[in-house]
Structures are given as structure tokens and as C-alpha cells.
């Protein structure tokens, strides 16, 4: 119902945008987020998005420097990534909230829908 995709590798103080499509009744989820995990750690809230993508919430490691937004038509929702850092190497994952919920949670355990995770590798 999720896929993630756009990782891959890139230098420090580049850019890449993540896209998440997601199937007609998933992208109907008032709230859809990123998280990302680096191996041996816990998966990490990175940004979330409302249904009209008039609402949005960042990670405090990330803010200034992602986008997230959603594209209705599209039924996909995108994570603009620009001045990357080696620190921000992980999985990403896109994720929605149950239908019917707006409220934007920042924790993992909210989010019932989940896609496979896209690497992103960020060179020093």
C-alpha cells in the first residue's frame, strides 16, 4: 500500500527528494510521515504531513533543511531533502495514520501503515 523510493547515494551538501506512493485508500489517511532508522537503532520521526498538507511537523535535526508535502493527484507524498549531511544516512520509511485521525504524532508506534524503507547514504 506504501513504496518508498528515491534513496541512494549523495554527497554531503546535496540534495534528494524521496517519494511515497501509496494506493488510493491509504493516501486517504489525514496524517502520512517519514521516519528513518539506522541499523541497531530506533526509527526516528523525521517529518508529517495533514491530509490537505496545510499541517506539517519537522524533526528539530531536519528543519530548514526538509520538505514534506503531497501531491493529491499523485496520490504520493515526497520528502524534498536538501543540504544533506553524513548524519542523516539511513532507511527511510513513509508511513500513514489511520484514517479519520488528524491529529500529527511524531512516535512510530501512531502510524499504522508502512512501506519498505529507501536507503539513503550521504559521503562526507
Known amino acids: 500500500q506504501l513504496q518508498a523510493s528515491g534513496g541512494g547515494l549523495v554527497q554531503a551538501g546535496g540534495s534528494l527528494r524521496l517519494s511515497c506512493a501509496a494506493s488510493e485508500g491509504t493516501f486517504s489517511s489525514d496524517v502520512m510521515g517519514w521516519f528513518r532508522q539506522v541499523p541497531g537503532q530506533e526509527r526516528l520521526f523525521v517529518a508529517a504531513?495533514?491530509?490537505?498538507?496545510?499541517?506539517?511537523k519537522y524533526a528539530r535535526s531536519v528543519e530548514g533543511r526538509f520538505t514534506i508535502s503531497r501531491d493529491m493527484a499523485k496520490s504520493t507524498m515526497y520528502l524534498q531533502m536538501n543540504s544533506v549531511a553524513p548524519e542523516d544516512t539511513a532507511v527511510y520509511y513513509c508511513a500513514a495514520r489511520p484514517s479519520g485521525v488528524t491529529v500529527i504524532h511524531t512516535v512510530s508506534r501512531s502510524y499504522k501503515y508502512w512501506g519498505r524503507g529507501t536507503l539513503v547514504t550521504v559521503s562526507s
Open positions: 504531513i495533514s491530509l490537505s498538507g496545510g499541517s506539517t
